[in-house]
C-alpha cells in the first residue's frame, strides 16, 4: 500500500484557522517534522489545501521514527586516530 511522506517545510504562524486546522489533521506540529499518510483522495485534498507549506512524496512503505534517523546519519568518512603533535 503506498503511503505519501508528507514534510512540514514552512511553518503555519500567522495563517489562517482553517489552514492550522489541516496541518493538526495530518500531524504536522514542528516545522521539519515527517509523517506517513495512506494515498487516499481525503489526503490528497488535504495536502493541496496546504501544498505551498510541505513537500510530499510517494513512497511504497511507512518508516519508522528510528528508520529515518538511521538514514539521515551520514557516513562516518574518515576516523583521526591521534592528534596531531604541535
Do not use: C, W
Not at 503555519?12 to 489552514?19: A, F, K, N, W
Not at 493538526?24 to 489526503?43: C, H, I, N, S, W
Amino acid at each position: 500500500m503506498p503511503f505519501f511522506r508528507i514534510t512540514l517545510v514552512r511553518s503555519g504562524i500567522g495563517l489562517p484557522r482553517q489552514t492550522k486546522g489541516v496541518l493538526e489533521a495530518l500531524g504536522l506540529t514542528k516545522r521539519m517534522k515527517t509523517v506517513f499518510q495512506p494515498v487516499t483522495p481525503d489526503v490528497a485534498g488535504q495536502i493541496m489545501k496546504i501544498k505551498e507549506l510541505v513537500a510530499v512524496s510517494e513512497v511504497e512503505n511507512k518508516m519508522t521514527k528510528r528508520e529515518m534517523h538511521a538514514r539521515r546519519k551520514p557516513d562516518p568518512g574518515f576516523y583521526v586516530e591521534t592528534a596531531v603533535p604541535r
